[in-house]
């Protein structure tokens, strides 16, 4: 399995949408992504660095967002506890501690949302080369992601840096989008944001990795 050397951040997040010229339309206008058609789908940028792609599911995959983290060896996906689904892939972390600091429209925190957090902690601590503390995976005493225990919706979950919720909440309205407020307790004002297409993903006011 994938774990060596350690998994030290996000490679990008794959959207999977049965229209993704919709769905990067939406982003586009919610998070300004600028999306670039390639031969499988669309490549999403903030500035010089991609931060998604967006493609058609395959028969056997489930539409919605899926975290691809970087630094393994090889490519493949993951299935945890839960079901819980992530993907890993060569080359450098792009999001992360050790990459740049997160501008609005980037992925800026990972988490898991677990019914079972010492099955869920022994699997990914072990398969992608983490240590667990307090509810915390880290890589070289760096914080990649946090786990939260739930009793529905269990699953891994990308936050994306904005600067101002309320705007974003708007644009999302606009369009179809739902969002749901919370105090995070490490990324402070946040919201989850629920699409048109049913795809989920987090939004924090930060400039910084958790």
Known sequence: MPARPAVR??????????????????????LDWSPVPVETGLDCWVGNRRCAFIRKPR???????RLVFAGAPMDCSLTGPDNALAQVTKGRAQHGPQAPEPRPGEPCWAELATTEPARADAFWADILGWTVEDATYLSGGRAIAGRSET????????????TDLDEVAGHAAERGGEVERLDHPALGKAMLLTDDSGARIGLAETSTWG
Do not use: N
Not at 59 to 65: H, I, Q, S, Y
Not at 151 to 162: D, N, R
């Open 59 to 65: 028969a056997d995959e489930v539409p919605g967002f």
């Open 9 to 30: 951040g996000l490679r990008r997040v794959d959207l999977l949408s049965r229209d993704p010229m919709a769905a990067a339309l939406f982003y586009r206008v919610v």
């Open 151 to 162: 009793t529905g919706h269990p699953g891994w979950l990308c936050y994306f840096a904005v």
